[in-house]
RNA sequence: GGAGAGGUGUCUGAGUGGUUGAAAGAGCCGGUCUCGAAAACCGGUGUGCUCUUUAUGGGUAUCCAGGGUUCGAAUCCCUGCCUCUCCGCCA
């Protein structure tokens, strides 16, 4: 979230900034009840202070076996003013905090304006689409053909958008998270496994709830969420902490299983492996010092976009606009791999940076060296990367006149084959 | 799943209704000493909110969380969460 007293000392900024992701804004009404929050606090800690102040008169008297039955008598109005002045209290802190829960977080001035996908802003292209004779197929074809990933089963045993992986789709599926990890590994983060289900406060932490609630599978028994992306556990990790600045930058790298409903979409867009409710993602999280978050940010999408090279498959990078941006972002790159079998851009990593938005609601400081006040680390992270549309793009990409696949060289050492088919 | 014990500051750990924001020790910061370091000694050292004449300022809250009793709660009561020990079950 946002802070209350940035939110108080400069309206019109933040009223802009929303404006730009397209939100709807209800500062005058945060404005309103922040107001009057203070006003109540100011009135009941007078009333607080004299209690206080009685009370200890009447610890004194009694100490000295003195009659104190006047002084009693005379908190009973206090304490109903007390009583009625914390009740108002606590209702107005609900309402402002749940109002602040929804306000998303603003663009940083280097993020383009617009709301279309149009509006983003390609910053740099890499590689070249495969040189080919033959009509590329669509990456499901060759799945099915090669027998490697099972979209029909998966439908029986769960539902549309759980595929099954076998032979060497699966062992592909290893291969791929093992290379990612392992740079992962060598770029200095540090290696986690976190839980899969997560409670409400971590999924509010990273602001998938109170409002995105639908985008995440439920169970209702135990009120435990099943993670959508690695970073909510990730980024908790440090929830209610304190860091020491020696610390950071903090890196973790973490493959796990996303779960996600996503209900809506349909067509080429779900088509094969284009987007599933089950998909494996290394994610990488950062938890860095705000001056030097932003150069943080291009750390993290150049260690993703190696990823991409090293495979050596043919991507670009977006720079999303305002828009098209998170709730939670104030700037984000998107990597767009090439897929020529369907002739399109696919999406395989999402790298962004979330200043204190995410630190402010999980209460992540950092004590600054020698004297200082704790003050907010800034939160990052990006895919490192997603795999579906990555296995999308290699069948694809590196498919043969004879319908085989050929394994890319860096993914040799972890697959054990160098052809599929 | 059954029975018991317990959750105090960065850490260890006192404290069972009235100068307790909280003893003591450790750690950390500053200083003295030293060529320097260690040791020793001296001083300081939580966090949130809020007010003002923004200051080595005032107030308030905070001893797992949320309620309650009381003039007054770390201390008493209730609920929840978590940890530990024993038994049972188990990959």
């Not at 200095?188 to 899969?196: D, F, N, S």
Request: hydrophobic share 35%.
């Amino acid at each position: 979230m946002l802070d209350i007293k940035f939110i108080r000392e400069h309206p019109e900024l933040v009223k802009d900034g929303i404006r730009k992701k397209g939100a709807e804004d209800n500062i005058d009404e945060v404005i309103k009840l922040d107001a009057q929050r203070r006003d109540l606090l100011q009135r009941v800690e007078v009333l607080k202070n004299k209690r206080n102040v009685v009370s200890e008169e009447i610890g004194k008297l009694k100490r000295d076996k003195k009659d104190a039955s006047v002084s009693i008598a005379q908190m009973d109005e206090v304490k109903i003013q007390i009583k009625s002045l914390d009740d108002q209290i606590a209702e107005n802190e609900k309402n402002l905090n749940q109002l602040l829960l929804t306000i998303p977080n603003i663009p940083h001035p280097s993020v383009p304006g617009g709301r279309m996908p149009v509006d983003n802003q390609e910053i740099a292209k890499w590689g070249e689409p495969p040189v080919i004779d033959f009509k590329p197929k669509p990456h499901w074809e060759i799945a099915q053909e090669l027998d490697i990933i099972d979209f029909e089963r998966g439908v029986k045993i769960t539902g549309a958008g759980f595929p099954l992986y076998k032979g060497k789709g699966a062992q592909l599926q290893r291969a791929l998270i093992n290379f990612f990890l392992d740079e992962a590994l060598k770029r200095g983060y540090k290696e986690v496994q976190p839980p899969l289900m997560v409670n409400a406060e971590s999924a509010t932490g990273t602001g998938q709830l109170p409002d995105k609630e639908d985008l995440m599978y439920v169970a209702t028994k135990d009120d435990l969420y099943l993670v959508p992306t690695a970073e909510v556990p990730v980024t908790n990790i440090h929830r209610n902490e304190i860091l020491k600045e020696d610390q950071l930058p903090i890196k973790y790298c973490a493959y796990t299983p996303c779960f996600r409903r996503e209900a809506g979409s349909y067509g080429k867009d779900v088509r094969g492996l284009n987007r599933l409710h089950q998909f494996d993602k290394v994610e990488l999280v950062k938890f860095v010092h705000p001056g030097l978050s932003y150069n943080e940010l291009e750390g993290l999408r150049e260690d993703a976009e190696l990823l991409l090279q090293k495979l050596s498959l043919h991507y670009h990078t977006l720079l999303m606009c305002a828009g098209d941006m998170g709730f939670t972002q104030s700037k984000k790159y998107d990597l767009e791999v090439w897929s020529i079998g369907q002739q399109r851009w696919l999406e395989v990593s999402s790298i962004s940076i979330f200043e204190a938005f995410q630190s402010r609601r999980m209460n992540i400081r950092f004590r600054p060296r020698g004297e200082g006040k704790p003050e907010f680390v800034h939160t990052l992270n990006g895919s490192g990367l997603a795999l579906p549309r990555v296995v999308a793009a290699i069948l694809e990409h590196y498919q043969t006149p004879e319908g085989k696949v050929i394994v890319p060289k860096v993914l040799h050492k972890y697959t054990g084959f160098e052809v599929i088919g």
